[in-house]
């Protein structure tokens, strides 16, 4: 069956814009789960997703965030964009909330870059 | 403050060397720890949840165990494509944050 899929792969942005990624997990999954990977920070975890909800949230400021449509694609959004927002974006799906024991299948990223 | 570390930093093995990774984290009361591995390029991989102390779980040549401070990741007889950054994660109790250590990079040589 597809993967989990993120469009755009690379995007190129200038300091405060906003950026829209997007998320399509493996059909029948319903969470989908946010993450930044950077250099400095590794990686940190953004918002879950699960039925159209948005379950838990990391320690990110209000200008990220995100939305989950009734087909489980989900949406991340980003305004007023900052040089320390180029990052890898990664997503992850999976039957059941995460921590439910279920597997989580990651997609390939989506690499901002902001200039 | 929920906290993650894990050592060594990195790790250079050679092919049917075992040895093991180390995360240790801090939780205002434990939901889950969670390991992964990553290839460069490329998302993580899942690997294992594990729920409290005592518990162990094995994938292949690999073997995840929990204390109440630590989790250790067991490697046996590794193989080149063992090779990549393995990653741990905690989920507290309240289930609102999910915090990962810097990971471990792991390189098996021929």
């Known amino acids: 069956k597809a993967g989990v899929t993120q469009t755009p792969r690379y995007l190129i942005k200038t300091r405060g814009q906003q950026v829209t990624l997007s998320c399509s997990p493996i059909?029948?999954?319903?969470?989908v789960s946010w993450y930044q990977q950077t250099p400095g920070q590794g990686l940190q975890f953004l918002f879950e997703?699960?039925?159209?909800?948005?379950?838990n949230k990391g320690n990110f400021p209000g200008r990220f965030s995100g939305r989950q449509f009734s087909n489980s694609r989900s949406e991340m959004n980003v305004s007023t964009l900052e040089l320390g927002d180029s990052a890898l974006y990664l997503c992850?799906?999976?039957?059941?909330?995460?921590?439910?024991?279920?597997?989580?299948?990651f997609g390939p990223g989506t690499r901002l870059l902001v200039l | 403050e929920d906290q993650v570390t894990q050592s060594p930093e990195a790790l250079r093995l050679q092919e049917g060397e075992s040895s093991s990774l180390n995360c240790s984290y801090t939780?205002?009361?434990?939901?889950?720890l969670f390991w992964y591995r990553q290839d460069p390029g490329k998302g993580p991989e899942f690997l294992f949840t594990?729920?409290?102390a005592g518990e162990e779980k094995e994938k292949e040549r690999l073997k995840a165990t929990l204390t109440k401070k630590e989790s250790f990741l067991h490697i046996t007889a590794p193989k080149p494509e063992d090779s990549a950054t393995y990653l741990c994660?905690?989920?507290?109790?309240?289930?609102?944050?999910?915090?990962f250590g810097p990971g471990t990079r792991l390189s098996v040589l021929p």
């Open positions: 992850a799906s999976s039957l059941a909330v995460v921590g439910s024991g279920e597997t989580q299948y």
């Open positions: 059909s029948g999954h319903r969470s």
């Open positions: 997703y699960f039925s159209e909800t948005q379950r």
């Open positions: 939780v205002s009361g434990l939901r889950g």
């Open positions: 594990l729920y409290s």
């Open positions: 994660a905690v989920q507290d109790n309240y289930g609102q944050n999910f915090v």
